[in-house]
């Protein structure tokens, strides 16, 4: 097999990279085994410069780094600078903080001294998909380098010259030379590096699909696994929101990254007496919203990033109309090579149809009305996933206790779109996977919290 290089703006073959052999991947990961005891035994202060280097070369390359990404997945380029800023970022933030997070801590027993202490795993095997394909690396490798793991990265197949773009940032940042490594494998690599004895643990971003099958693997091995998975967030306009704010933010959150994103606003459920002005709203926002060449800076929406992807949520939307849904705006495949799909309202989506109960990956919004926020509530939670979601209304009180206490979701957001931030933990429940990155609990993720006692 190997891993290609697709232009989804044009659907033309860029470049071939050959998956490496079974007795090349037990090479990497020796390899990996002998620097991983080097990183382990630096001190905090020495893997933070090593960061800080990273994040450096970050800024420094955003332009060139963010051409590849485009290149590889059809990110408009303002999108995907700001992707490689992101990263810099959790680079930075890691390095400031792993200290404080993973200092020892006291514990109170009748033993003259007990602590807890977390120390590194070893080798942890990152898994991660092509739609934020340098910052889900980084938001994975900061605070579980940081913590004195090497990774090894197994890559989505379509995004080769990324994978070995982030390998090349490691190495040029004073990294010990095989703590981080690219695997340029497919699934059946990725199988082989779980069962390896290098490998402590699995992080991984993807569909529920892929998370059933590492899941079961790294659970047969007995192998500490993280799991960030699909989202149907659905985003709550109750009948004191201020509209134009609540349209404003789910136009935003839903075509972002071409609406390819886990977090993405993928359900609006609205109330009756603010549905209609919703859906007007959102419907001109949409037309505002045109398709145009991802390199360019003023592009807002570029293709999606496979062909194959972009058939399957017009299957998914056509679906949905044929089951009696409304379509409001796009919904077409235009004319012209490349993966190329327009900004799609639906309304009305029957329970049973896929803009309803499954995870729409693209450009497209389905609006659902409720009969109350009661209802609203249950819509929202009669999803299978669980990641983010969010509430729009002028009453904050009310806002906090519907995300505080109704809404089954790994993080909601009130009066704003969900996003990922390195002070803030992220992961979901449900077939959402389990887990979490970020802030202080994600760095605690790949450790053993190991409790010592001094009688």
Known sequence: MSLQTVNPAKGELVREFPSIDIPEILRILDDVVTDAAVWRGMSF??????FRSAAKLLRANKE???????LEMGKPITEAMAECEKCAWVCEYYADKAAEYLADEPLETSASEAFATFQPLGCVLAIMPWNFPFWQVFRAAAPGMMAGNAM?????????????????????????MNVFRTLMVGSDGAAIAIAHPAVNAVTLTGSTKAGEKVAAMAGSLIKKCVLELGGADAY???EDADLDLAVEKIVAGRMLNAGQSCIAAKRAIVLPKVREAFEQKVVAAMKEITLGDPTLA???LGPMARIDLRDEIHDQVQASIKAGAKLLIGGYIPEQPGAWYPPTVI????????????????????IVEAKDEHDAVRIANSSEYGLGGAVFTQNLERGRKLAREKLHAGAVFI????????????GGMKRSGYGRELSSYGIKEFVNIKTVVLA
């Open 45 to 50: 202060y020495e893997r933070g410069n090593c």
């Open 64 to 70: 060139a780094y963010g051409k590849t990404i485009t």
């Open 152 to 176: 090894v990265l197994k890559h989505a197949s379509n995004v080769p010259q990324c994978a070995l773009t982030i390998e090349s940032i490691f190495q040029q940042s004073g990294f010990p």
């Open 236 to 238: 709550i306009v109750l």
């Open 298 to 300: 003023q592009t807002k």
């Open 347 to 366: 309304s009305d989506s029957p329970e049973g149809s896929p803009a309803y109960d499954q995870e729409m990956f693209g450009p497209v919004l389905s």
């Open 415 to 426: 009066n704003d779109f969900v996003k990922s931030d390195p002070r803030l933990p992220f």
